[in-house]
């Protein structure tokens, strides 16, 4: 008997015919991982079950490369290509807060050149 989950696999819902020889697979994403038991999991399968197998198959994280954006030399046009590539929005409040954190980088240096001379 197979058992296919597409996601985290609920150890309380398991239904399992007594000695019976089962299969547990589920698709998890990358991410998520570390939230199984597995061994939970085979545990309380054989309560009823005589043999468990688990399959586990774990979904990469999708990641997309910004192409260019190694070129750019600001932040913001940094921030505007990467939103761009992977179709996120960026509030002004994002905005406002990077124009912030430059600033005081800037202030930063300033006062640390100056102390060094």
Same mark, same amino acid.
């Given at each position: 008997? /197979?058992?296919?989950?597409?996601?985290?696999?609920?150890? $309380?819902?398991? *239904?399992?015919?007594?000695? +019976?020889?089962?299969?547990?697979?589920?698709? %998890?994403? !990358?991410?998520?991982?570390?939230?199984?038991?597995?061994?939970?999991?085979?545990? !309380?399968? &054989?309560?009823?079950?005589?043999?468990?197998? %688990?399959?586990?198959?774990?979904?990469?994280?999708? $990641?997309?490369?910004?192409? =260019? %954006? +190694? @070129?750019?030399? +600001?932040?913001?046009?940094? @921030?505007?290509?990467?939103?761009?590539? /992977? =179709?996120?929005? %960026?509030?002004?409040?994002?905005? !406002?807060?990077?124009? *912030?954190?430059?600033?005081?980088?800037?202030?930063?240096?300033?006062?640390?050149? &100056?102390?060094?001379?």
């Amino acid at each position: 008997m /197979t058992l296919d989950f597409d996601g985290v696999p609920d150890v $309380r819902s398991l *239904q399992v015919p007594e000695h +019976s020889c089962v299969r547990i697979r589920y698709k %998890i994403a !990358e991410e998520d991982v570390h939230t199984i038991d597995e061994n939970a999991l085979k545990q !309380e399968a &054989l309560k009823k079950a005589s043999e468990v197998k %688990i399959e586990k198959t774990v979904v990469p994280k999708e $990641r997309i490369r910004a192409e =260019g %954006i +190694s @070129l750019l030399t +600001s932040h913001e046009q940094k @921030l505007k290509k990467w939103a761009e590539t /992977t =179709g996120t929005e %960026i509030s002004e409040d994002v905005l !406002e807060k990077l124009h *912030q954190l430059e600033d005081e980088n800037q202030a930063q240096d300033e006062k640390a050149a &100056l102390s060094l001379a």
